[in-house]
């Protein structure tokens, strides 16, 4: 596969300039660094995944070992990197003395890449990105990327806020935002915390914090606990992915106050991304989450189609973005507008 690959690369990578720009869970432990498959006629991939950090990154996971199976005709090398980029670049440096057909990286953070994607460029090894994107000033290091459009799931969140409020009749200069962000200077981070600061700026609202929990049910419980103490009027609360949720709801009913969207009443309001957390969605269900913007966690497919394309010389695109949703149990909003956009809530889930 190797040395097709050598001749089809450069076609395919031309091709691409002009093109534009449930999980099921795998027999094989996802925690663990093995290669799944070994035909000889397979497709060699070697997949660094950032870490294990919340659920979507589990079904995300599961996504792609299932869509890179011995099965669907892969070898799959898979690498969890642990949160750490130290441990993912490695894990790319390994590949390419492996000799794999692709890399696939989901990366820990946007910055401190273009040595080693240079080094796989060098070697003739197309690098896909999933999830998270990278900053680079050369953006043929990698081929293409597939996954969310984290600043328009943050617009249609702060949408989504504007939109209750007002119908409740909640003046915007009463919303007293905290945010309880993800991973520092992550795509997910970036685009989310922007949507959010730019509504904020731009209808008046109240925003009081920004501080990062790191996508953890742990560190959001207890960025919630101090901002708590920090703040006595707090009414919105941010959460960048629903495993800070909860653990921010643990920590607003451990100090005896009540979530919920009736702001007017001395409650708590809480929203969140992800949608993939069953106890997420259950409390979506039961108002304690008011809204929950969804980000697509199945990535596999799509990247086996990309990866069929690559090798077939056909054109693909170099961003792929995922189709979301946002689902809320209030009634009271039934779509929300970014520019000149509309998009459904989902009120049964």
């Not at 000033?137 to 984290?150: A, T």
């Amino acid at each position: 596969m190797k040395k097709k690959y050598m001749l089809m690369a450069l076609l395919a990578l031309t091709l691409s300039l002009f093109a534009g720009c449930g999980a099921i869970t795998p027999e094989t432990n996802p925690e663990s660094s093995e290669e799944y498959g070994k035909a000889d006629d397979s497709i060699t991939v070697g997949f660094s995944q950032l870490g294990a950090e919340s659920d979507w990154r589990s079904a995300n996971t599961d996504s792609m070992l299932s869509a890179l199976s011995e099965d669907n005709g892969y070898s799959l090398i898979y690498k969890n990197g642990q949160q750490k980029q130290a441990n993912q670049i490695t894990a790319i440096r390994t590949f390419i003395q492996q000799e794999v057909d692709y890399i696939v990286l989901a990366p820990a953070t946007e910055s401190g890449w273009e040595t080693v994607l240079a080094e796989a460029r060098e070697a003739g090894i197309p690098v896909i990105l999933v999830d998270r994107r990278v900053n680079t000033s050369d953006k043929n290091l990698y081929s293409c990327w597939v996954g969310s459009d984290f600043e328009l799931e943050g617009q249609k969140m702060a949408a989504w806020i504007k939109a209750f409020t007002e119908e409740k009749g909640i003046a915007a200069q009463d919303l007293h935002i905290v945010n309880i962000q993800g991973s520092e200077g992550s795509t997910a981070q970036i685009g989310r915390t922007r949507g959010l600061a730019n509504a904020a700026r731009d209808n008046g609202w109240d925003l009081r914090a920004e501080i990062s929990g790191d996508f953890t049910e742990n560190r959001g419980r207890e960025v919630m606990a101090a901002l708590l103490k920090r703040f006595d009027d707090i009414n919105v609360v941010y959460c960048e992915n629903d495993n800070m949720a909860i653990g921010a709801i643990d920590a607003i009913e451990s100090a005896g106050k009540k979530v919920g969207s009736n702001i007017q009443k001395g409650e708590i309001m809480i929203v969140s991304f992800d949608g993939v957390n069953e106890t997420a969605l259950e409390y979506a269900r039961e108002g304690k989450i008011s809204c929950i913007a969804e980000c697509n966690p199945l990535h596999g497919p799509r990247v086996s189609t990309l990866i069929r394309a690559i090798e077939n010389g056909a054109p693909y695109q170099k961003f792929n973005y995922v189709d979301e949703k946002l689902f809320s149990a209030e009634l009271s909003v039934k779509e929300v507008s970014v520019g000149d956009t509309t998009y459904p809530v989902d009120n049964d889930f």
